[in-house]
């Protein structure tokens, strides 16, 4: 489990306590639920390619495959006086076939540009790094500064494999 202050990724005054970033489990399922609720609706359309509301279906798939070394959802918590809060997810999974690793992400809101998706970018590419896969990709809206900034401070770079909608970014990680 990662864990970081929360001083280092929040703005001061802002709140306190720790962000952890760890695997989910099926005990997950309704606060990530919860969790997919409370996004606005453009950071939920950003997050699924489209507009969702089936949220418990949603949060089910999330951790339907929790402990298959190929399939991992990490998830960033709040951790404040005794309570944790879902504030960020990412999906990672692998395609034997095509030998990488596709992923998707989102950040709560109120906690978006304060360096929590990067942490949890960070940490998927740890696990998809200890377990051999050599190459991590990532589908978004070619619209999306939010995510091509995020990719692109993180090491990604454009396929080209995209179209006049989607941006197609990947990054090859060191073994
Ligand atoms: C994309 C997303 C996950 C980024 O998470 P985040 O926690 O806000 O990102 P970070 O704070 O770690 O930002 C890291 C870098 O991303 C870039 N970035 C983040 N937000 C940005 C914005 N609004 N404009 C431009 N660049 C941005 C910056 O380079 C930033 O580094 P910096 O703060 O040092 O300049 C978040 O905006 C989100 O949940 N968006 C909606 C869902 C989505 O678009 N998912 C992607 C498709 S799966």
């Given at each position: 489990m990662s864990r970081l202050?929360?001083?280092?990724?929040?703005?001061?005054?802002?709140?306190?306590?720790a962000v952890c970033i760890r695997a989910a489990n099926a005990s997950d399922v309704e606060s990530l639920s919860i969790y997919f609720t409370r996004l606005?609706?453009?950071?939920?359309n950003r997050r699924f390619m489209g507009a969702r509301t089936d949220f418990a279906v949603l949060a089910a798939e999330c951790v339907a495959r929790a402990g298959h070394p190929d399939h991992l959802t990490l998830l960033?918590?709040?951790r404040q006086e005794g309570r944790s809060t879902i504030i960020g997810e990412t999906l990672y999974a692998y395609d034997t076939a095509a030998r990488h690793g596709d992923f998707a992400i989102s950040v709560a809101d109120v906690f978006q540009r304060k360096g929590v998706g990067f942490q949890m970018i960070t940490a998927m590419e740890q696990h998809a790094s200890h377990r051999g896969h050599e190459?991590?990709?990532a589908e978004t809206a070619r619209a999306n500064a939010e995510m091509r900034g995020l990719a692109k401070k993180a090491g990604f770079e454009d396929t080209g494999l995209?179209?006049?909608?989607?941006?197609?970014?990947?990054?090859?990680?060191?073994r």
């Open positions: 202050s929360l001083d280092a990724v929040v703005e001061p005054n802002e709140t306190s306590g606005s609706a453009t950071t939920r960033a918590e709040l190459m991590i990709a995209g179209d006049w909608q989607s941006v197609h970014l990947a990054k090859r990680l060191m």
